[in-house]
């Protein structure tokens, strides 16, 4: 079994190991894979794994030995899913090991639009404090969560343990979803429609995959519904997100600010949200954190025998056409 991981150091830099995968068969490990090196790189693999390496039908048709890729990650869009499904190739993701670490990673962002702890850190180092002729002062205006309405547009897992932890701040939780899933059975929120989350909502918070429905779907008429004191957060996908309509949003003051771990391109050459000291954005880290990369490390391993063992798991299938 030749198994090759096309894209393997943002999952693995080094503190982890791929003993698990090497237990199955002929193991290769590329850092990451250039475009015009991805069918060479390819070809012979019964076992493909990618994080972001694209793997589209015109690949696939030149991979005739394959038989299996694994998504090192939940979001499966960088997969032809259903070239792959057409020519009799396996496709898999690993669906819930960011759980914990994606959500906890939202108040981290909700938290710094809030308080602002790194201006005022940056602030006090640059001797503004010691200057300072009273005992305290702010930077920016410091708003207290409890009370205020927490907005989750997508609600899997990431997004009822977002609407966990916001109401044990204190914060009343709506949420927008197609379905509601049937674990959601007490968990805090009421349900209604993305024109109410939007328009009611101090903190919006995007958890949904990227489709054709979702993409840019935070846009100059869905910003227009929102509170100008609001907050947005995006750490699901950044093309959900028409990135110059929320710009002008963030440069007019229609929107107060905005956090983001994902952008439309990665890693960006340009973006006109760069630059803008209301709109923080990190590089897309909120899923790694070391047990949640461990996490991954293991379930893709496990996805890969339960393959070999005739019984698949974490299947994704071609989404139906409208």
Known sequence: MRIVVLDGYTLNPGDLDWSGLEALGEVTVYDRTPAHLIIERSLGADVLLTNKTPLR?????????????????????????????????????VPNY??????????????????????HN????????????????????????????????????????????????????????????????GVPVQFSSLEDVLRSSDVVS???????ETREMINKETLGIMKRTAFLVNTSRGALIREADLADALREGTLAGAALDVLSKEPPDSSPLLGLP???????????????????????????????????????RPRPSN
């Open 57 to 93: 039908e015109e690949t696939l048709t030149k991979l005739p030995g394959l038989r299996y890729i694994g998504v090192l990650a939940t979001g499966y869009d960088v997969v032809d899913v259903k070239a792959a499904d057409a020519l009799g190739v396996t496709v898999t993701n």
């Open 98 to 119: 960011g759980t914990a670490s994606v959500a906890q990673f939202v108040f981290a962002l909700v938290l710094e639009l809030a308080n602002r702890v790194g201006l």
């Open 122 to 185: 940056d602030s006090v180092h640059r001797g503004e404090w010691s200057a300072s002729p009273d005992w305290c002062y702010w930077r920016s205006p410091l708003t207290e969560l409890a009370g205020k309405t927490l907005g989750i547009v997508g609600f899997g897992r990431i997004g009822m343990r977002t609407a966990e932890i916001g109401a044990a701040f204190g914060m009343k939780v709506k949420a927008y979803t197609p379905r509601v899933p049937k674990d959601a059975i």
């Open 278 to 316: 209301n709109c923080i954005i990190t590089p897309h880290i909120a899923w790694a954190s070391q047990e949640a990369r461990r996490r991954l490390l293991d379930q893709a391993v496990d996805n890969v025998k339960r393959y070999l063992d005739g019984q698949p798991v974490n299947v994704v």
């Open 206 to 212: 995007l958890h949904c995959p990227l489709t054709e």
